[in-house]
């Protein structure tokens, strides 16, 4: 039997390039979206404690994906585009998308996926991010 083959749409940083490699090793993968992570953390106008707090847990989140990601996170093979945050449902990427093969879309890390994208590609999506799952119920 063929392996299934997908399209994945994720985030830019280590972690989800050294998944969209590691996906890459058990299917065929059509194409990647690598979309820029919106990184709340950075906002400006945390109370000091709290800025504090959060630059310590990604500095350290960002060390960790450095020692286990990083060898393993070359996306070179890929058809792979890149967007700012947002625009993976944008009409370009959805003619970009329109232009491959693929049985499922992978989610792993991007920024809501809505109408037209959800609608045009019902039953083939794929939440492997467990965080944002209850926002996929009700999308129109």
């Not at 906002?43 to 959060?54: H, L, N, S, T, V």
């Not at 847990?57 to 070179?76: A, M, P």
């Not at 945050?85 to 499922?104: H, L, M, P, R, V």
């Amino acid at each position: 039997m063929d392996k299934p083959s997908v399209l994945i749409i994720t985030g830019n940083e280590l972690r989800h390039r050294y998944m969209a490699n590691h996906i890459s090793r058990h299917l065929q993968v059509s194409g990647v979206i690598f979309e820029k992570k919106a990184n709340v953390h950075e906002r400006f106008d945390w109370p000091e404690a709290e800025k504090q707090i959060m630059q310590t847990h990604f500095n350290s989140r960002l060390e960790s994906e450095r020692y286990y990601f990083e060898k393993q996170s070359n996306v070179d093979h890929l058809s792979a585009i890149w967007v700012e945050t947002g625009q993976s449902n944008s009409e370009a990427i959805i003619e970009w998308i329109s232009e491959k093969t693929f049985d499922y879309i992978l989610l792993y890390g991007s920024s809501l996926i809505k109408a037209p994208l959800l609608s045009r590609y019902e039953n083939r999506f794929i939440n492997l991010h467990l965080g944002l799952l209850l926002y996929y119920r009700d999308w129109e």
